[in-house]
Nanobody
Framework: QLQLVESGGGLVQPGGSLRLSCRVS????????IGWFRQAPGKEREGVAC????????HYADSAKGRFTISRDNAKNTVDLQMNSLKPDDTATYYC????????????????????????WGEGTLVTVSS
């Protein structure tokens, strides 16, 4: 059974940083791509960043480029999202997701979209950027 659990959310001031972590179980990171997504109140879920399964290539939506970094630790079964220079517009619940068709998910993520073929989602972690 594929399981993903996010952690690391919280309240941060504009310009600050947070590091989110996605711990996975039931599968290995070399078989599934992992994406980070977010959903703000009243808005649709959108893609933020993604890391391919075999190659480990990183993909970013325009909203994340230059500020967010996705990384993975295969030994620890975790995929992190380092977020810097946070803005109030980054306030959202952040979700990680796994897809066997990781490349397709990552390509759509670069357009800020959500891949319909996601195999499993985490429960989400809330990030609030406010002074």
């Amino acid at each position: 059974q594929l399981q993903l659990v996010e952690s690391g959310g919280g309240l941060v001031q504009p310009g600050g940083s947070l590091r989110l972590s996605c711990r996975v179980s039931g599968f290995t990171l070399d078989k599934y791509g992992i994406g980070w997504f977010r959903q703000a109140p009243g808005k649709e879920r959108e893609g933020v960043a993604c890391i391919s399964s075999i190659t480990g290539i990183e993909h970013y939506a325009d909203s994340a480029k230059g500020r967010f970094t996705i990384s993975r630790d295969n030994a620890k079964n975790t995929v992190d999202l380092q977020m810097n220079s946070l803005k109030p517009d980054d306030t959202a619940t952040y979700y990680c997701a796994a897809a066997r068709s990781g490349q397709a998910m990552c390509i759509m993520t670069t357009y800020g979209q959500v891949y319909s073929g996601v195999d499993s989602w985490g429960e989400g972690t809330l990030v609030t950027v406010s002074s």
